[in-house]
Nanobody, 127 residues
Framework: QVTLTESGGGWAQTGGSLTLSCAVS????????FGWFRQAPGKEREFVGV??????????YYEDSVKGRFIISRDNAKRISTLQMNNLRSEDTAIYYC??????????????????WGQGTQVTVSS
C-alpha cells in the first residue's frame, strides 16, 4: 500500500517560515516525482512545485508566486520530500498536499498526473 504522510503544518507569522515534510512508503521512492499542491478555502487545488526523480534529471520546478521563497528537496535514502517555505504571505494560507507521479516532464504541473496523495496539512499565515 502506497502512503504519503505530510507533517509540519501550523501557523506562521507573515514573513516567517515553515517546513513541511512528506514521508513516503510503499513505492520505489527514486522512481517518482513528488509534487506539492495547495488548496485555499473556496479555491481549486493548485500546483506549488515538484521534485523530479533522479532518473529524469532531479530538478525542481515551482509555480511563479512561490519562486525564490519556497524550496523543495528530497532525501532518497530517507524517502522524504520536503517543502521549505520562507517569507510567507497571507495568501499562502491553504491546505498543502504532497503527491507522487511518474508523468512526463511536460505534464508534472497537472493534478491529474498524480496518482497518490497525502491527507494534507494546514498552513495558516497571518500577522
Amino acid at each position: 500500500q502506497v502512503t504519503l504522510t505530510e507533517s509540519g503544518g501550523g501557523w506562521a507569522q507573515t514573513g516567517g517560515s515553515l517546513t513541511l515534510s512528506c514521508a513516503v512508503s510503499g513505492l520505489n521512492f527514486r522512481d517518482y516525482h513528488f509534487g506539492w499542491f495547495r488548496q485555499a478555502p473556496g479555491k481549486e487545488r493548485e500546483f506549488v512545485g515538484v521534485s523530479i526523480r533522479p532518473g529524469s534529471g532531479g530538478r525542481t520546478y515551482y509555480e511563479d508566486s512561490v519562486k525564490g521563497r519556497f524550496i523543495i528537496s528530497r532525501d532518497n535514502a530517507k524517502r522524504i520530500s520536503t517543502l521549505q517555505m520562507n517569507n510567507l504571505r497571507s495568501e499562502d494560507t491553504a491546505i498543502y498536499y504532497c503527491a507522487s507521479s511518474q508523468a512526463a516532464l511536460s505534464a508534472v504541473r497537472l493534478l491529474s498526473m498524480y496518482k497518490t496523495w497525502g491527507q494534507g496539512t494546514q498552513v495558516t499565515v497571518s500577522s
